[in-house]
């Protein structure tokens, strides 16, 4: 799945069910509220595909009633607290979720590991879709990620290089099928300010992934939210 950031979504490509058309926020210091936006040999965490093409969507109402529990284990910001979670009931496909894509790393010397979270919010129609599937509410599907730091090919002052492993998921299966991608390359450039915050970059287009921050040896990030069509 690039589903990993992996296909979903880079020396050898870039890659996370992410996609490419992530735009930088313009106020690092606000990424716990996680504003609204959105590698394996290609440059997306999910596969491209012309019914699942993140779009933007504006400014839609915000709740609370997530599972904010991966902020707490990495001693920086809860980027997952607060998330907005609708505003895609309207666009090319009746059934939608906003989407996001939560990263962590952890660094030991040259090793990097970590985990890959992609989030799914759906729509009041998928909403009843799923409900039939036995799939209540949000979902999500989780990756495992191990690699190394590498030189920086663009931009940044840290490179990282890690392979996904699909290890958990509590999504349609349909979702996870049709997504699931395992065994990915996926390369980031990484830029690391001195207020704590990281920015992250696709290592061979240069462009951007999503920002969170850095402290130690731990990094995280999570993309701007996007909405997908099933």
């Not at 093409?53 to 400014?59: A, H, I, L, R």
């Not at 920086?152 to 290089?161: P, T």
């Amino acid at each position: 799945m690039t589903l990993s950031l992996f296909t979903l979504f880079l020396a050898c490509g870039d890659s996370t069910a992410q996609t490419d058309q992530n735009k930088e926020k313009q106020n690092p210091a606000t990424i716990a509220k996680a504003p609204d936006k959105t590698a394996t040999n290609t440059e997306t965490t999910i596969p491209k595909n012309p019914q699942t093409k993140p779009q933007n969507t504006g400014t839609p109402k915000t709740t609370d009633n997530q599972d904010t529990s991966h902020g707490a284990n990495t001693g920086m910001p809860n980027l997952l607290k607060g998330l907005a979670t609708d505003g895609c009931d309207d666009g090319p496909g009746i059934f939608g979720a906003a989407d996001y894509f939560y990263n962590e790393f952890q660094i030991n010397g040259k090793k990097v590991e970590g985990t890959e979270t992609w989030i799914l919010h759906p729509n009041k129609k998928l909403v009843g879709k799923w409900k039939e599937e036995g799939v209540s509410g949000s979902c999500k599907v989780v990756w495992k990620l191990k690699g190394e730091t590498i030189s920086v090919n663009r931009k940044g002052d840290l490179g990282i290089r890690v392979v996904n492993q699909l290890v958990n998921d509590t999504c349609p299966k349909e979702i996870v099928n049709k997504y699931e991608d395992t065994g990915k390359t996926i390369v980031y450039d990484v830029i690391r300010s001195s207020d704590g915050i990281a920015k992250f970059y696709f290592a061979r287009s240069g462009k951007f992934v999503g920002q969170g921050h850095h402290k130690k040896d731990k990094l995280q990030f999570i993309t701007d939210k996007s909405c997908r069509w099933f």
